[in-house]
């Protein structure tokens, strides 16, 4: 079976960092995305890792331990515009495809 | 250019009725998939292709088919629909590796 957790929701100021976990156990894994969802549109590819250690990509970083089946996501120097969910997925080796957990809402504040 | 588009953006369709979405892409992507996104489910996958003709079935396939008889089209078919149905539904296109997904903007579907 395929199971993604990430946390519902989270809150943080505004110019500070924020982390959000990822925790997964899947039957097959061939590397794992992270998307941005504004409201009411579409999601956009953040960042993929399908080695361990940290991929940085201006003010987003994604962290990947395939040993503990755990990623997470940091936004440094949070912005307004940052205020989204924020979508975990494994590909599952099969065509691609991948499983999606439910999100995280993050809420910046002034 | 989008890459990828979805219409219609919105309906609203009785129950039982037959309902048909469209993707297109002009990305030439052989990878494409239909998801379904619900408050508390997040993205649910309905089916995918893996080439023209080449389908299978997602996790949620009940109650909806697909085809697609060209690389740039793939469709998908609420038979008859129901209110458990009323949805935002999103295509998305792939080259594969790590390149993640490219999503359509969504068809707003309302079953009444």
């Known amino acids: 079976g395929q199971n993604i957790d990430q946390p519902t929701e989270m809150t943080a100021t505004e110019g500070a960092i924020v982390q959000i976990n990822c925790t997964y156990q899947?039957?097959?894994?061939?590397?794992l995305f992270w998307y941005q969802q504004h409201a009411g549109e579409a999601p956009t590819f953040l960042s993929y890792?399908?080695?361990?250690g940290l991929e940085e990509k201006g003010r987003f970083s994604s962290f990947l331990s395939r040993s503990k089946g755990y990623s997470y996501l940091l936004l440094k120097e949070l912005q307004m515009k940052d205020s989204a969910s924020y979508l975990c997925?494994?590909?599952?080796?099969?065509?691609?495809?991948?499983?999606f957990g439910d999100g995280t809402t993050l809420t910046v504040k002034p | 250019d989008a890459g990828i588009t979805q219409s219609p953006r919105h309906k609203v369709t009785e129950t039982g009725t037959p309902v048909t979405l469209r993707c297109h892409q002009t990305?030439?992507?052989?990878?494409m998939y239909w998801y379904r996104q619900d408050p508390g489910h997040g993205l649910r996958l309905i089916h995918y292709?893996?080439?023209?003709?080449?389908?299978d079935k997602g996790e949620v396939s009940d109650g909806y088919s697909v085809s697609r008889s060209k690389t740039e089209d793939f469709l998908l078919t609420l038979e008859s629909a129901t209110s458990s149905q009323t949805s935002v539904y999103f295509c998305?296109?792939?080259?594969?590796?790590?390149?993640?997904?490219?999503f359509g903007s969504g068809t707003r579907l309302t079953v009444v």
């Open positions: 997925a494994v590909d599952n080796t099969n065509a691609g495809k991948s499983t």
């Open positions: 899947t039957s097959g894994f061939n590397g």
């Open positions: 890792n399908v080695l361990d």
């Open positions: 990305e030439n992507h052989r990878y």
């Open positions: 292709s893996y080439g023209v003709k080449d389908t």
């Open positions: 998305a296109i792939t080259e594969g590796g790590g390149y993640g997904y490219t």
